[in-house]
């Protein structure tokens, strides 16, 4: 069992930054991928940025590439995604999820490919 809980989220304008962090208990972070979604209102949820376990290697969506980065610290069990430049279309509930199959060659880009998730933050930003 792997228990995922966001903070961050909060409501800021066009161009600020926020810092999303995402704290898991279980064993064995380290080898878990590592992802975040979000979701707006009346969309599909979507992928945002994934780090794989170990080295750590990332990949976003291209709407965040360039302004959002995300990180692990395999020590304290944590991930987290720094969101500059943010945009009106960033308001989202934004999710952190892990992929515990050890069989994934690369990060999933599909919520299909994550076991477990957190409850969600919301992020809002105002034009």
């Known amino acids: 069992q792997v228990l995922l809980v966001e903070s961050g989220g909060g409501l800021v304008q066009a161009g600020d930054s926020l810092r999303l962090s995402c704290a898991a208990s279980g064993r064995s972070f380290s080898a878990y991928d590592m992802g975040w979604f979000r979701q707006a209102p009346g969309k599909e949820r979507e992928f945002v940025a994934g780090?794989?376990?170990?080295?750590?290697?990332?990949s976003y969506a291209d709407s965040v590439k360039g302004r959002f980065t995300i990180s692990r610290d395999n020590a304290k069990n944590t991930v987290s995604l720094q969101m500059n430049s943010l945009k009106p279309e960033d308001t989202a509930v934004y999710y952190c999820?892990?992929?515990?199959?050890?069989?994934?060659?690369?990060?999933?880009?599909?919520?299909?490919?994550?076991?477990?998730w957190g409850q969600g933050t919301q992020v809002t930003v105002s034009s």
């Open positions: 999820a892990a992929d515990l199959n050890l069989r994934h060659s690369a990060i999933s880009t599909f919520s299909s490919g994550y076991d477990y």
């Open positions: 780090i794989r376990w170990g080295a750590g290697s990332t």
